[in-house]
Each structure stands twice: as structure tokens, then as C-alpha cells.
């Protein structure tokens, strides 16, 4: 069985500070992780995933993700927050032996101020 | 341009009354499934489809049929809707099973029950 855990539902952050997501995931196999960001009123767009290959995920737009199977935790960062970066964001993640099966978390809204 | 469609963007509609939301992918996407997005829940998947003729459910398939007749198509029917169906609908594809791949999202439909 998969599910997933947003730990925070709103993150509010200043211009040019850094940012983090935290998300805990529950595997019966090898998972696979994703991160996806909603800018309001659009679709869905990958930022990063994980596949079990290096531990330390880049993405696009600064954004990365580090897997720690001790912790069962996939949290996402950024070094420095843009305006541009207000969105929502979800952490997916996929049982190896779940072919096709998606959970989401429930989101984490990003506010950035100026 | 490689893209995932979806009609109607918006629908609203009564209680009992089918209909049938279109999606279609042009990117010889093996892989495609339904989310309904809620508030508060992230994306919930509804029904996945590994190919044609091949469809399975996600974990919300209650009140839904798919169809998975083309490659390129795969309709969500709501045989008799109910005002709990009213939610936020995205369509993705992707090229492999899935669970290793990115998906790629549709702009969403909006529907209301009344």
C-alpha cells in the first residue's frame, strides 16, 4: 500500500529566502517520488522525480529533492524563493509493485512576498 | 505541439443527466488516467488505462466508466451525476506504464452537478 503526507498545508515565504517542503511518503516497495507544481488556474507540471537512482534530485527552476529511505521522507527545496515560485505544489508517489497507481498528497500552497 | 486535451473545460449540469467528458493525448501516450482535484485532498485518481482495451480502477471509481477504445482517447462517463460529483477533472498521459515516467496533464474540466 501507498499514501503520502504534505506535512505543511500553506508555506509563506520572503523574496529571495529559501524553501521547504516537506513530504513523508509510506511504500510496500521500491517507490517512485514526484513533485508537481500548480500555478493557479493551469494544469500540472513535473518539477522533479525520483526513481532510485541518485538520492539528490534536480529539477527545474532551482528546485531539488533529497529521498531518505530512513526517514521515509521526500522533502523539496530551493535556495532562493521568486515571486514566480507561488503556487501549489504536490508530493506523488507510486509503488514499484502498483503499476500505474498514483497517490498525491494534499498540496502545499507557497505564498512569496516581497 | 504535444498536448493532453480535454471537453469541456467548464460543464454544468443536473443531477441524473449522462455525460461524458473527452480527453485526448497526441503523443502515442501508452499510459493514461483521470484525477478529480477537491480542496483540501490533492488529485485523487479515478481510473488509469495501461493501453487500449486495458483499464483499471484508482482509488475514487465510484459513479465513473472509461473506455479505452483508441490510444489517443480515453472518455470519462458519468452515467448518472451527483451534486458529490461536482469537482475539478485532469486527464494525463504519459509514454510507459507510468509509475517511472512523467505524466503529462490536461488543463482540467470544471464541473458542477446542480
Known amino acids: 500500500a501507498q499514501s503520502v503526507t504534505q506535512l505543511d498545508s500553506h508555506v509563506s515565504v520572503s523574496e529571495g529566502t529559501p524553501v521547504l517542503l516537506r513530504c513523508n511518503y509510506s511504500?510496500?516497495?521500491?517507490?517512485?517520488l514526484f513533485w508537481y507544481v500548480q500555478h493557479p488556474n493551469k494544469g500540472l507540471q513535473l518539477l522533479l522525480k525520483?526513481?532510485?537512482?541518485?538520492?539528490l534530485v534536480k529539477g527545474i527552476n532551482g528546485f531539488e529533492a533529497e529521498f531518505k529511505k530512513s526517514e521515509t521522507s521526500f522533502h523539496l527545496t530551493k535556495p532562493s524563493a521568486h515571486m514566480s515560485d507561488a503556487a501549489e505544489y504536490f508530493c506523488?508517489?507510486?509503488?514499484?509493485?502498483?503499476?500505474?497507481?498514483?497517490?498525491f498528497g494534499a498540496g502545499t500552497q507557497v505564498v512569496v512576498t516581497p | 505541439e504535444a498536448q493532453v486535451t480535454q471537453n469541456p473545460r467548464y460543464l454544468i449540469t443536473v443531477t441524473g443527466k449522462k455525460l461524458t467528458v473527452t480527453c485526448s493525448q497526441n503523443?502515442?501516450?501508452?499510459?493514461m488516467s483521470w484525477y478529480r482535484q477537491d480542496p483540501g485532498l490533492g488529485l485523487r485518481q479515478i481510473y488509469y488505462?495501461?493501453?487500449?482495451?486495458?483499464?483499471d480502477k484508482g482509488d475514487v471509481p465510484e459513479g465513473y466508466k472509461v473506455s479505452r477504445k483508441e490510444k489517443r482517447n480515453f472518455p470519462l462517463i458519468l452515467e448518472s451525476p451527483s451534486p458529490n460529483q461536482t469537482s475539478l477533472y485532469f486527464c494525463?498521459?504519459?509514454?510507459?506504464?507510468?509509475?517511472?515516467?512523467?505524466?503529462?496533464f490536461g488543463p482540467g474540466t470544471r464541473l458542477t452537478v446542480t
Open positions: 503523443m502515442n501516450h501508452e499510459y
Open positions: 525520483y526513481t532510485s537512482a541518485a538520492t
Open positions: 488505462s495501461m493501453n487500449v482495451e486495458v483499464t
Open positions: 511504500s510496500s516497495y521500491s517507490p517512485s
Open positions: 506523488v508517489v507510486s509503488d514499484g509493485d502498483s503499476w500505474g497507481k498514483f497517490q
Open positions: 494525463a498521459s504519459s509514454g510507459t506504464s507510468g509509475s517511472l515516467s512523467e505524466q503529462y
